[in-house]
Every structure is written in structure tokens, then in C-alpha cells.
């Protein structure tokens, strides 16, 4: 059977090579779509991704649409599934880069695992830059578009030291600086759970696993996830297997009992009945009802 899947693009091909090959781009997001319109459908990238957006549209993350207007930060974590439908007049900047690019010869764990707005399911990846921000915000993509389109020597270890400046300066703006240069007890426990959960939560792991990697009970971290975000820590490992199954039927070729090994299921029928009890539909209705909606509005 010749399945029609959601596609992984690899980094605009331009710009210079070498800073290609170290895995960084820079470009503007009209050029993007004139190089290759394919970036108008619902995708995904094996690296992580930043867009500064201006003017309205559509702008569609892991199968929830949101409408954008003015100027927006829009942050992409690899395995995304993402697309945008610009309006008259939008346009932006986007910033695509690796892990090994940013990392560089830093030791594990990488910064980028202590960022809030990659590889979270409870922070927005949508930030609205208010105008009072926007030049500070603006100036450090217009740095890297320069920076990137004059490649001259030493130009990644300038680009590293721009997205470094990037993310103190939303870090700042979102408010999150505070509690990242400060914070309680609580709150470190949560984020060392989410970051457990992103390494691990395609095993089958009890909840009392994760407590035991953090020294505390099982009830402990519940109750503290739960203060934290609302939400029971069950529930966080649960959404975050779904959105990677969700993923895979919507992008890759693999079957429904594949998928269901894959995220850690240990049998088929088990996967079934939690995809079904999340979703109040199986996993082959789900595929066959996102590409419907999704590659329709592209042929």
C-alpha cells in the first residue's frame, strides 16, 4: 500500500555549505517557501527550529491550530509536526539548528534541555513579542541573517553566541528567568521530571521508576507535579507517549502495532485501548482523519 505520509525536510538549502554541514541556517521565511512551497504542508525536522513571525496567519503545532498576529516567536522541538498559512502581508525570519551545533564541545546534558520552551507540553511554543520588546528581540535575528549571509571566519561560534543572547532575552521577556535563576525545590523537581519523561517515556516505566531516580516517593512527585501544573504526573507520561503515537500515524509508514512497540506498548491491543480511550477513536481512524485534513488543504 503506497501511504501518503507527512514528510521530514531537512534545512533550507542555502547560504553558505560549511555552515550547512555544521548544521545552521538562517533565512527569510518568503524565500523558505519560494525554494520549496512543500514547506506550506504540515511537516516535521530532525532539529530544532525558531521563527520570528510578522503579520497574521495560521500557524498549526502538533495538530492544534492557533491564529498569530503581529510579531511571534514560534519554537519547534525535532519531531514537531508543524505548518503555517500566511495571510497577505506575513512574512519572518527562521532559525533552524542543531543539537551538535549548539552544544559544540559543551559536556552533556545539553542547555537545550533546560530551556522551557523546547520539548514541553506545558509552555506554549507561541510567544507574543509585545512592540516595547520587538527591536531587542528583531535585532538579534537581523544579527544572525547578517552573520549567516556574510560567513565570514569564526561565524558559528558568533552564530552559538546570538541564539545564547536569543533565549536570555526570552527567557527574560517570558518571565522565566526568575524561576530558572532561583527556584524552589518544586519547581526543579517538576522540570527533572518532564526531561525524565522526554529520555524515557517510550519505556514502560511505572511512576514509582521515576520517583526512584529523584530520591522521593511516588505520592511526593504526583503531588507535586499536580501543584505545579494541575496536572497528575500519570498524566503528563500518558499525553507525551500519545502526542509521539500521534506523530508517527500522522508521518511515518509504520504500522499500528509497530507504532504501538515503538512508544512502549508491549502489545498491540494495549496500545489500541489507550489510544482509543485518549482520543474516543483508534489509532487507524486518527490516521486516516489527520492526513484527510491535513493534506487536502495542500493538493
Do not use: C
Amino acid at each position: 500500500m503506497n501511504r501518503q505520509t507527512i514528510p521530514a525536510f531537512e534545512m533550507s538549502q542555502v547560504g553558505r555549505e560549511s555552515l550547512r554541514r555544521e548544521g545552521f541556517v538562517v533565512t527569510s521565511l518568503i524565500d523558505s517557501v519560494l525554494n520549496d512551497p512543500r514547506r506550506l504542508r504540515p511537516h516535521y525536522h530532525n532539529f530544532f527550529q525558531m521563527m520570528l513571525l510578522r503579520g497574521k496567519g495560521k500557524v498549526m503545532h502538533d495538530f492544534r491550530d492557533d491564529q498569530v498576529s503581529g510579531l511571534t516567536l514560534f519554537f519547534l522541538s525535532p519531531g514537531q509536526v508543524h505548518t503555517i498559512r500566511p495571510r497577505r502581508d506575513f512574512n519572518g525570519i527562521t532559525v533552524s539548528f542543531t543539537q551538535g551545533f549548539f552544544d559544540h564541545r559543551a559536556a552533556p546534558p545539553s542547555a537545550l534541555f533546560e530551556l522551557p520552551f523546547f520539548f514541553t507540553t506545558e509552555i506554549s511554543p507561541l510567544l507574543k513579542i509585545p512592540r516595547g520588546d520587538a527591536f531587542r528581540i528583531g535585532e538579534v535575528f537581523a544579527e544572525m541573517q547578517r552573520e549567516f549571509n556574510a560567513a565570514e571566519p569564526n561565524t558559528a561560534e558568533v552564530l552559538r553566541a546570538w541564539l545564547r543572547i536569543l533565549f536570555a532575552r526570552v527567557l527574560r521577556l517570558s518571565g522565566k528567568n526568575q524561576p530558572l535563576a532561583n527556584p524552589s525545590r518544586q519547581s526543579v523537581l517538576v522540570r527533572q521530571f518532564h526531561l525524565a519523561v522526554e529520555r524515557g517515556f517510550r519505556r514502560e516505566r511505572a511512576l514509582a521508576d521515576y520517583a526512584r531516580e529523584f530520591g522521593v516517593t511516588a505520592n511526593h512527585l504526583n503531588d507535586v507535579v499536580r501543584a505545579e501544573t494541575g496536572r497528575s504526573a500519570g498524566s503528563i507520561v500518558r499525553q507525551r507517549r500519545l502526542l509521539d503515537a500521534q506523530r508517527l500515524l500522522s508521518h511515518s509508514d509504520l504500522t499500528v502495532s509497530e507504532i504501538g512497540y515503538q512508544t512502549g506498548f508491549p502489545d498491540p491491543s494495549y496500545f489500541g485501548r489507550f489510544f482509543r480511550r485518549e482520543m474516543g477513536q483508534t489509532p487507524a481512524e486518527f490516521r486516516i482523519r489527520i492526513r484527510e485534513k491535513y493534506h487536502s488543504k495542500t493538493r
